[in-house]
């Protein structure tokens, strides 16, 4: 899910699409900032160097696995940064960079003609803006001195590329009075939100006393509420999915072996269970997660295949991954502890403790195989798992 901020100068929008992509737990990139180090590194190929691993332009920009945040801020580079945007081969380098990255992922994106040119499809769009007489003193304070606003405005309205102006379908946010805290809450109070369907009526009915049950306690989280993503949880009971899905505030779409049909028959559809062949390519399975990853939905998948009661990590296969590499969804490993070796005795005394790892982007595994991918998900699921 692309989330497109674009706006007038002074109107808050780094503040604010920084802020929003922490509370909803997506990842941030400014344009602008890309731009800035096209002005520090003009020799640079941005495409090649985020293929090579090189460059990292999510939140703050790396190179060479340092960060250069500080030295972009320089007053020169600001305005060697304002010469080059202007030029049109490098606002295309930087456009294909940005769709690039951004392919598969969820992320927040900020900057001129985001909503326009670059993601004219993104899922949500927003143009900030404010009262002059605001806006002049927010860039005041942020540059040390007087600014002309509306010189600016009128500059930035009329150039001939990439002028200053809201996509059709963007959302229009007037922030002048307005905290930035009010700002990122109304945003996050237009995003698109799912249907409250058969399983989130079972979610909203049965989570409570599941998590009572099993005193469920989330040791790392991530919100999950907008956006799609394929959760990869380790399997040590049948009860996995019931303590996961208490603890998720949205519907979850699970990937289930295809035997399954015979054990739970319609119900599979009603829980929104959907089968999957365990050792052969499954071409109806890969369509229906690539469908609900396209509807920005969640998606369970279990990596070991089975489940695994003795307190171990299983093998991971290798078809979950598969898109993340093809860059349809970001894999969030999931670990659940405490349902080993259930019992009628023990059933009544347990403590499920879940984690939400890292997210990994279909950028971050850029040059990886499926198998490889996998091997680096069951590493960091299982040093969770014995750290809990």
Same mark, same amino acid.
């Given at each position: 899910?692309?989330?497109?901020?674009?706006?007038?100068?002074?109107?808050?929008?780094?503040?604010?699409?920084?802020?929003?992509?922490?509370?909803?737990?997506?990842?941030?990139?400014?344009?602008?900032?890309?731009?800035?180090?096209?002005?520090?590194?003009?020799?640079?190929?941005?495409?090649?160097?985020?293929?090579?691993?090189?460059?990292?332009?999510?939140?703050?920009?790396?190179?060479?696995?340092?960060?250069?945040?500080?030295?972009?801020?320089?007053?020169?580079?600001?305005?060697?940064?304002?010469?080059?945007?202007?030029?049109?081969?490098?606002?295309?380098?930087?456009?294909?960079?940005?769709?690039?990255?951004?392919?598969?992922?969820?992320?927040?994106?900020?900057?001129?003609?985001?909503?326009?040119?670059?993601?004219?499809?993104?899922?949500?769009?927003?143009?900030?803006?404010?009262?002059?007489?605001?806006?002049?003193?927010?860039?005041?304070?942020?540059?040390?001195?007087?600014?002309?606003?509306?010189?600016?405005?009128?500059?930035?309205?009329?150039?001939? &590329? =990439?002028?200053? #102006?809201?996509?059709?379908? +963007? *959302?229009?946010?007037?922030?002048?009075?307005?905290?930035? @805290?009010?700002?990122?809450?109304?945003?996050?109070?237009?995003?698109?939100?799912?249907?409250?369907?058969?399983?989130?009526?079972?979610?909203?009915?049965?989570?409570?006393?599941?998590?009572?049950?099993?005193?469920?306690?989330?040791?790392?989280?991530?919100?999950?509420?907008?956006?799609?993503?394929?959760?990869?949880?380790?399997?040590?009971?049948?009860?996995?999915?019931?303590?996961?899905?208490?603890?998720?505030?949205?519907?979850?779409?699970?990937?289930?072996?295809?035997?399954?049909?015979?054990?739970?028959?319609?119900?599979?559809?009603?829980?929104?269970?959907?089968? &999957? =062949?365990?050792? #052969?390519?499954?071409?109806? +399975? *890969?369509?229906?997660?690539?469908?609900?990853?396209?509807? @920005?939905?969640?998606?369970?998948?279990?990596?070991?295949?089975?489940?695994?009661?003795?307190?171990?990590?299983?093998?991971?296969?290798?078809?979950?991954?598969?898109?993340?590499?093809?860059?349809?969804?970001?894999?969030?490993?999931?670990?659940?502890?405490?349902?080993?070796?259930?019992?009628?005795?023990?059933?009544?005394?347990?403590?499920?403790?879940?984690?939400?790892?890292?997210?990994?982007?279909?950028?971050?595994?850029?040059?990886?195989?499926?198998?490889?991918?996998?091997?680096?998900?069951?590493?960091?699921?299982?040093?969770?798992?014995?750290?809990?």
């Amino acid at each position: 899910m692309i989330i497109a901020i674009d706006g007038l100068a002074g109107s808050g929008k780094t503040t604010a699409g920084k802020g929003l992509a922490k509370a909803i737990g997506f990842r941030f990139i400014s344009s602008g900032q890309l731009y800035r180090f096209k002005a520090l590194e003009p020799d640079v190929d941005l495409l090649e160097a985020i293929k090579e691993h090189k460059l990292k332009i999510e939140w703050d920009i790396e190179w060479e696995g340092k960060g250069i945040s500080a030295e972009l801020q320089r007053e020169e580079i600001g305005s060697r940064a304002s010469e080059i945007a202007l030029l049109r081969e490098v606002r295309d380098e930087v456009n294909n960079v940005l769709r690039f990255v951004a392919e598969g992922g969820n992320y927040v994106i900020e900057g001129r003609d985001i909503g326009t040119v670059v993601f004219p499809e993104a899922g949500v769009k927003f143009f900030l803006t404010a009262e002059e007489g605001v806006r002049a003193r927010r860039r005041a304070e942020q540059v040390g001195e007087e600014v002309n606003i509306a010189e600016r405005d009128e500059r930035d309205k009329k150039r001939e &590329i =990439a002028p200053a #102006k809201a996509a059709e379908d +963007a *959302i229009i946010i007037d922030n002048s009075y307005q905290s930035v @805290e009010e700002t990122i809450k109304e945003m996050e109070g237009r995003l698109p939100k799912d249907e409250f369907d058969f399983q989130r009526f079972l979610q909203y009915v049965l989570g409570p006393p599941v998590r009572g049950l099993f005193r469920i306690e989330v040791v790392k989280s991530h919100p999950l509420k907008y956006g799609r993503w394929i959760l990869t949880p380790n399997h040590v009971s049948g009860w996995d999915p019931i303590c996961l899905a208490a603890k998720v505030p949205r519907p979850l779409h699970f990937m289930a072996k295809a035997e399954l049909k015979h054990s739970l028959g319609p119900l599979l559809s009603l829980l929104d269970i959907s089968p &999957i =062949a365990r050792n #052969k390519p499954d071409v109806r +399975a *890969i369509r229906t997660v690539r469908h609900f990853l396209y509807g @920005e939905k969640l998606v369970v998948m279990y990596p070991e295949g089975h489940r695994h009661r003795d307190g171990t990590v299983g093998e991971f296969r290798n078809g979950a991954f598969y898109f993340v590499r093809k860059k349809m969804a970001p894999v969030i490993p999931v670990v659940i502890k405490g349902l080993e070796n259930l019992s009628f005795n023990t059933f009544w005394n347990r403590h499920v403790r879940i984690a939400f790892l890292d997210p990994i982007y279909p950028v971050d595994v850029i040059g990886m195989k499926e198998e490889e991918i996998a091997r680096m998900v069951r590493e960091q699921i299982s040093e969770c798992y014995n750290s809990l």
